[in-house]
């Protein structure tokens, strides 16, 4: 086991996660952030965006796979996919695991994240590649302004709510994303720890609540993230998210129709943690 550990500068959780380190391998400054990749003996390469660790090789399918393929199965046909921010290419890796999708746009603001993915991490780029995909180095929430009545599910991938995602997690931005989603649309965007930032959690359903007639929360134990159980919120305009109403028939390492439905949390806790009873 290396001596040399990276320690997450977490703006919210009250503890510092941490990684071991057996080689740095890239270190940069884009327009909007700091770069790292490093290697970890037991978790493979790690992406890590100011101080924050975005995913490890070992553990990133159990996001990437949540992030995408709830929404998904719980649309009975997603043709339209957006996501925003995502530009290590993980979940857009598992939208086009759908063959129903026959577009699937990536919004990110910084195109140095995409770069640094094709260069170091192959597996996750792999469907930039494809024939479905387009892709726009661009702010998500001026993106969103643009578009209305275009997509059947929007993924909001990005980075904690702070200093450029800031914005991802307002009800005016939400009011945008509600615009952008066709009539039946099903939104996701991940949103952080129960454990340590549950506030935010709080703050960003109740957001959600004021702009969708359906929302829900679901979580996924990733053991990269500080405080391991995560969230991802949903804003749905017309279907209830719980259970899928479609198989999703390409493989999958932790994905499931059992899982997804397990994702969900009971509604007696679900309602106590917002009510913070
Ligand atoms: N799963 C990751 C996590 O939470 O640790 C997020 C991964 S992904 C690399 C996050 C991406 O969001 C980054 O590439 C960042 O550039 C992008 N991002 C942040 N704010 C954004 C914005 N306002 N518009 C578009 N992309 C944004």
Redesign the pocket.
């Known amino acids: 086991m290396s001596d040399v550990y990276f320690i997450e500068r977490d703006p919210y959780a009250p503890i510092r996660h941490c990684y071991p380190v057996s080689k740095v391998l890239y270190e940069a400054k884009s327009e ?2 700091d770069i790292l990749v490093f290697e970890s003996p037991k978790f493979g390469k790690v ?1 890590v ?1 100011d101080g ?4 490890d090789e070992k553990f990133e399918f159990i ?1 990437h796979e949540f992030m995408a393929h709830v929404p998904l199965c719980a649309h009975p046909n997603p043709e339209t996919v957006l996501i ?5 290419g ?1 979940v857009l890796r598992e939208v086009l695991k759908h063959p129903e999708v026959k577009r699937a746009v990536l ?4 195109k140095e ?1 995409i770069e640094t993915s094709k260069k170091f991490f192959p597996t996750l780029a792999v469907a930039f590649e494809d024939e479905r995909t387009e892709i726009l180095c ?4 001026a993106y969103m302004q643009r578009h209305k009545n275009e997509f059947d599910v929007i993924i909001v ?4 709510p702070v200093g ?2 800031s ?2 997690t307002t009800e005016q931005f939400f009011k945008y994303v509600y615009e952008a989603l066709k009539d039946d649309g099903i939104y996701v965007g ?1 949103t952080e720890s129960i454990y340590y930032h549950l506030e935010i959690v709080r703050k960003i359903q109740h957001e959600l609540k004021k702009v969708f007639p359906v929302v829900d929360l679901y979580t996924a134990v990733i053991p990269g ?1 500080a405080g391991y159980w995560w969230t991802i919120s949903v804003g749905s305009k017309k279907y209830q998210v719980r259970e899928p109403l479609r198989e999703l028939k390409a493989p999958t390492k932790l994905y499931s129709a059992d899982m997804h439905k397990h994702a969900f949390l009971p509604q007696s806790f679900y309602k106590k943690l917002l009510s913070g009873e």
């Not at 661009?138 to 929430?141: A, C, I, K, S």
């Open positions: 909007y952030q992406l965006l924050v660790a975005q995913f996001y925003i921010g995502g530009g290590d993980g919004v990110d603001i910084d994240v661009e702010d998500g929430f991938d990005s980075t904690d450029i995602a914005s991802l991940q993230y």
